[in-house]
């Protein structure tokens, strides 16, 4: 309910040198005045907004006694001029767990409702703060691991494909009223646009979009991270190539467990991309339940698998075990790359027969590091977009965002078709209607309360 106040302690839960609680909704300034007395004597509500303004908060018990709980600083933003457009007061104290719970409580008290996760965001996007794909951003930037993360959340943050989608939709808009004006007076020549102007301006339509589509290889790869597999017989290497790339480029490793099948995963930045890397121990034939279960899964990832690092030892003779790898990957969907390692060691005559059935070939040694800087020159070439200048560019970063994008593309292309074809006008105006539908839903001018609800629940409490 956007009516209310609600409040939220904003920062992580801990002991800690400061801590904010964040209240907003119109009742924010009286709520927050309800338990704070400031030192210049004056009430929140006759206080200048944006001002720090130092003072004691307290609580009061059930016979009126006042408890001073904390000296604090409390700032006060009017709306529209906060962050989620409405009245906000932010208080900060220090950071104690039990401290900040009781100032929260005490808020509570006083007619102000907890929270929900991503609450103040929703209600910023709610508000026409900020568009949907910048408080995607938002969360992204909360969740950063990488230098690149970062970066390309702040460019989303900035509104960077709301304003894209905004320019496409503007476009869309005017070639809209062209066609309508066509269709309800189809003698007269009222309309701004004749087909070949509608065509150009559609086709430029058209560009943006599939520019927007095609940002998301990128936008995936380094925000959502590439599912990458390491496979080969025992004893090619996987280890040691695993805890190479680990230990090189590898600025955060974290464990992340499966949800549905237990499987660990890994991620590692390397080079601009995140890899999502499985572990894929106990690639083998083996009588052992639990190993069984275990190359199941493995088997399960390589299936679903962007990238598949196929291992081999550069240093022996191709054996049985290699061909059905080869065989097992010939069909693969992903990009798979053989990885020729060991090439420390003397090279062996089978290289040459590994690299034919491949498209990409990469020799290296995971003792040495020897070629892994080839390595990764390779996949970052392989799944991001060098023209795309990530402080600068519009950058799709998930699923949804593409979706939307590849609808609106899609419509735009077959209105175009419509048109170039001397169709009657009405189908290029379906599907000129329906392009700008999904670019209302790209950027979340018009998007269902249930894709809202889904996105705000991934957030924390207090943001
Ligand atoms: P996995 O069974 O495929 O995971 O293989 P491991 O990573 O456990 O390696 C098997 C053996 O090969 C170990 O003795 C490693 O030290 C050795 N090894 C792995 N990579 C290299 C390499 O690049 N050069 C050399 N000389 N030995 C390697």
Do not use: W
């Amino acid at each position: 309910m956007l009516g209310d106040t609600i409040a939220a302690i904003s920062t992580p839960r801990g002991r800690g040198g400061v801590a904010v609680i964040r209240v907003s909704g119109a009742m924010a300034v009286s709520v927050v005045d309800a338990i704070f007395t400031a030192k210049n004597g004056r009430s929140l509500a006759e206080q200048e907004a944006r001002r720090v303004i130092r003072g004691e908060v307290f609580s009061t018990d059930e016979k009126n006694e006042k408890t001073v709980l904390d000296d604090v600083l409390v700032t006060v933003f009017r709306a529209p001029a906060s962050f989620t457009g409405e009245d906000t007061v932010e208080i900060a104290c220090h950071g104690g767990i039990l401290l900040t719970e009781t100032i929260l409580t005490a808020l509570l008290c006083n007619g102000a409702r907890a929270a929900e996760a991503g609450e103040f965001t929703r209600r910023a996007f709610l508000n026409g703060k900020i568009g949907l794909s910048s408080a995607e951003a938002l969360g992204n930037i909360l969740e950063a691991q990488t230098a690149e993360q970062i970066k390309l959340a702040h460019t989303g943050m900035s509104g960077k494909i709301e304003q894209k989608s905004a320019q496409i939709y503007g476009s869309l808009r005017d070639i809209l009223a062209s066609i309508y004006a066509k269709i309800d007076y189809p003698d007269e020549d009222l309309a701004d646009m004749s087909r070949e102007e509608m065509l150009a301006a559609l086709t430029k339509c058209k560009n943006m979009t599939d520019a927007l589509v095609r940002s998301y290889k990128t936008g995936h790869a380094i925000a959502e991270g590439i599912t990458t597999v390491i496979c080969g017989k025992p004893n090619v290497g996987k280890s040691s190539l695993y805890n190479c790339l680990l230990g090189r480029e590898a600025a955060i490793v974290t464990d992340i467990e499966g949800t549905t099948r237990d499987v660990l995963t890994e991620t590692v930045s390397l080079g601009r991309v995140m890899l999502r890397l499985f572990d894929t121990a106990g690639m083998r034939e083996t009588d052992n339940p639990v190993e069984r279960i275990g190359i199941s899964r493995t088997r399960d990832a390589l299936a679903s698998a962007e990238l598949v690092f196929a291992l081999f030892d550069g240093s022996r003779p191709i054996d049985e075990e290699d061909r059905e790898l080869i065989e097992l990957l010939d069909a693969h969907g992903g990009t798979v790359v053989a990885v020729l390692n060991k090439c420390d060691l003397q090279k062996s005559a089978s290289m040459e027969e590994i690299a034919s059935r491949f498209a990409h070939t990469v020799t290296v040694s995971a003792e040495t590091g020897e070629g892994i800087e080839e390595l990764i020159a390779l996949v970052d070439r392989l799944f991001t977009d060098e023209q795309i200048n990530l402080g600068e560019d519009a950058v799709l970063t998930n699923a949804r965002q593409h979706a939307a994008a590849m609808n609106a593309s899609m419509a735009v292309g077959r209105a175009m078709e419509a048109l170039s074809v001397g169709l009657p006008i009405e189908l290029a105006c379906t599907d000129a209607e329906d392009a700008m539908e999904a670019i209302a839903e790209l950027d979340g001018r018009a998007v269902s309360e249930d894709i809202v609800a889904q996105i705000f629940s991934h957030f924390c409490v207090g943001k």
